[in-house]
């Protein structure tokens, strides 16, 4: 495997987490993460750290993704990313993010077999195999520490992030992260930038595959 499609160890995430100044923009001191991976003794690079609540800015922490030099950068029509919580399970039941400030998210993949497939047909495979899916905040903090993740034509969705509506369904959108062809609104400047948008939930890509983990450790 690239060795940039590699999760990298414990110690090397906890220093570019606090380099690029991630505990802040979650609300956490960098004691939190250091004081949370000096108690893990079992995991090495089969673990992804993860924050527990949600950024203050989608479009920051998405400037931290870097593709062939290009910063990241959210779409102008996901204004309401924020608005997006994070389901499991066929029956879409909510998950309870722990109290601590960090958790882990347990061999977490690109999950290029579900390319073609659509999220609702994705998710119905990774429910039987007892596996999850991976949230939006799991599919940032995956491309920001395993810089080769996003590849052109090889992205993933983050289908376990979804949007209840008023009347208590979901919204059709669901997040996913891929490489900007600076076409449209993207702009020229944008051209190979990776970007957060968001696809139909009934839809298939042939470049998009659905990222998911066996667990999240809490």
Known sequence: MNDEKQIPSIAAQVERLAELGI??????????????????DRYSTEALIVPSGEPSNY????????????????????????????????????????????????????????????PSEALAEITVSNRVALSMVEGLMLAIQALGMLERNHCYMTIAS??????GGFDARTPALWISNGTGRDTEEHKDAPKLGWCWWKNRHTWLGIAHADRRQF
């Open 23 to 40: 505990p802040a923009q979650f609300g956490c001191t960098e004691k939190s993460l250091r004081d949370f991976a000096n108690q893990l």
């Open 59 to 118: 479009s920051v922490l998405t400037q931290l993704i870097q593709y062939r030099g290009k910063h990241g950068f959210v779409v102008v029509d996901f204004t309401d990313a924020a608005d997006y919580e994070v389901f499991e399970g066929l029956d879409q039941r909510a998950v309870r993010m722990p109290e601590n400030d960090w958790y882990l998210l347990v061999d977490p993949q690109r999950g290029d077999e579900f390319e073609s497939a659509s």
């Open 162 to 167: 979804r949007k209840k509506k008023a009347n």
